[in-house]
């Protein structure tokens, strides 16, 4: 598994005519959060694989290999955001980042 | 990926042999609501998106992969447009 990224799910779109590795797939629009929850610059377009929804907090894989094995694609497709988990509780201990 | 606005065309007759009959455009990054995102960049097309198209697009190595039979020498393809954003 590679890189993942903390991001709040903030919209999702609507793409009809699309690489055929997005067809059928749900794509969402997620930004990437601090450890506490505070929302950054750097909106992605990320497939989802969980069922997310606008507001919650997921996991993003972002990197080609993983979305590949994820997506179970026979070969490499050009894809790299995927969302791989909802977020329950995030806890960090008070050492300041 | 992340989302982009088509703003432009590029004609090369001079390029990389891999490039023939490809489609460069210049995209300008954009945020969910359409707000620049970062420096415009030159993005290959693999959807026959056209001038004023929001799309999607992917950089790094999976750029090199829009297109089935053959891989390609670039950072940034578009791979989808986008018919409607949803915030």
């Given at each position: 598994?590679?890189?993942?990224?903390?991001c709040?799910?903030?919209?999702?779109?609507?793409?009809?005519?699309?690489?055929?590795?997005?067809?059928?797939?749900?794509?969402?629009?997620?930004?990437?959060?601090?450890?506490?929850?505070?929302?950054?610059?750097?909106?992605?377009?990320?497939?989802?694989?969980?069922g997310?929804?606008?507001?919650?907090?997921?996991?993003?894989?972002?990197?080609?290999?993983?979305?590949?094995?994820?997506?179970?694609?026979?070969?490499?497709?050009?894809?790299?955001?995927?969302?791989?988990?909802?977020?329950?509780?995030?806890?960090?201990n008070?050492?300041?980042? | 990926?992340?989302?982009?606005?088509v703003?432009?065309?590029?004609?090369?007759?001079?390029?990389?042999?891999?490039?023939?009959?490809?489609?460069?455009?210049?995209?300008?990054?954009?945020?969910?609501?359409?707000?620049?995102?970062?420096?415009?960049?030159?993005?290959?097309?693999?959807?026959?998106?056209?001038?004023?198209?929001?799309?999607?697009?992917v950089?790094?190595?999976?750029?090199?992969?829009?297109?089935?039979?053959?891989?390609?020498?670039?950072?940034?393809?578009?791979?989808?447009?986008?018919?409607?954003?949803?915030?």
């Amino acid at each position: 598994m590679g890189i993942m990224f903390l991001c709040e799910v903030v919209g999702s779109i609507v793409s009809t005519i699309k690489h055929d590795c997005y067809q059928g797939k749900k794509i969402m629009l997620v930004r990437p959060i601090s450890p506490d929850k505070k929302m950054q610059n750097g909106t992605m377009v990320a497939v989802d694989t969980v069922g997310a929804g606008k507001g919650e907090i997921v996991l993003v894989a972002a990197e080609g290999r993983s979305a590949s094995e994820i997506l179970k694609f026979e070969s490499r497709m050009p894809m790299r955001s995927v969302i791989v988990g909802i977020v329950d509780k995030i806890q960090i201990n008070r050492f300041k980042y | 990926m992340k989302l982009g606005k088509v703003l432009g065309k590029v004609w090369a007759t001079v390029k990389d042999p891999k490039l023939e009959g490809v489609k460069l455009y210049i995209m300008q990054p954009i945020d969910e609501y359409e707000k620049p995102m970062g420096k415009a960049l030159i993005a290959v097309d693999a959807v026959s998106s056209r001038e004023g198209d929001i799309v999607y697009w992917v950089g790094g190595a999976e750029a090199t992969l829009p297109f089935k039979d053959r891989q390609i020498p670039s950072d940034a393809s578009i791979v989808g447009l986008v018919d409607r954003i949803d915030t």
